[in-house]
Nanobody, 125 residues
Framework: QAQLVESGGGLVQAGDSLRLSCAAS????????MGWFRQAPGKEREFVAR????????AYADSVKGRFFISRDNAKNTVHLQMNSLKPEDTAVYYC??????????????????WGQGTQVTVSS
């Protein structure tokens, strides 16, 4: 059972960058597709970025495409989200999630069954 711990959140100004990290305890980390999701106050949780277990397949929400970049290091059991050109509307709690997969693809949000506790990202204007 994967346990996930996010880090790297904080308070930044519009236009700044942040790099979120997620450390996984699971020994078979490379068998999990990973994703980043976020939830802003009063809104539903939404998909941000997903990466397949090999790292070869990526998917991004339209709202972050070209600004955010997901990556993973299977040797270190970590996944990262590089966030550039941050906007106030990116303010949210960001969650790391894992989905065990038997092939290299990026599952939909409902298929992620392991979640971290979240890290707050606040972007001021």
């Amino acid at each position: 059972q994967a346990q996930l711990v996010e880090s790297g959140g904080g308070l930044v100004q519009a236009g700044d960058s942040l790099r979120l990290s997620c450390a996984a305890s699971e020994r078979t980390f490379s068998s999990y597709a990973m994703g980043w999701f976020r939830q802003a106050p009063g809104k539903e949780r939404e998909f941000v970025a997903r990466i397949s277990r090999s790292g070869g397949i990526l998917a991004y929400a339209d709202s972050v495409k070209g600004r955010f970049f997901i990556s993973r290091d299977n040797a270190k059991n970590t996944v990262h989200l590089q966030m550039n050109s941050l906007k106030p509307e990116d303010t949210a709690v960001y969650y790391c999630a894992a989905s065990w997969t038997n092939r290299d693809y990026v599952p939909q949000g409902s298929q992620y069954n392991y979640w971290g506790q979240g890290t707050q990202v606040t972007v001021s204007s």
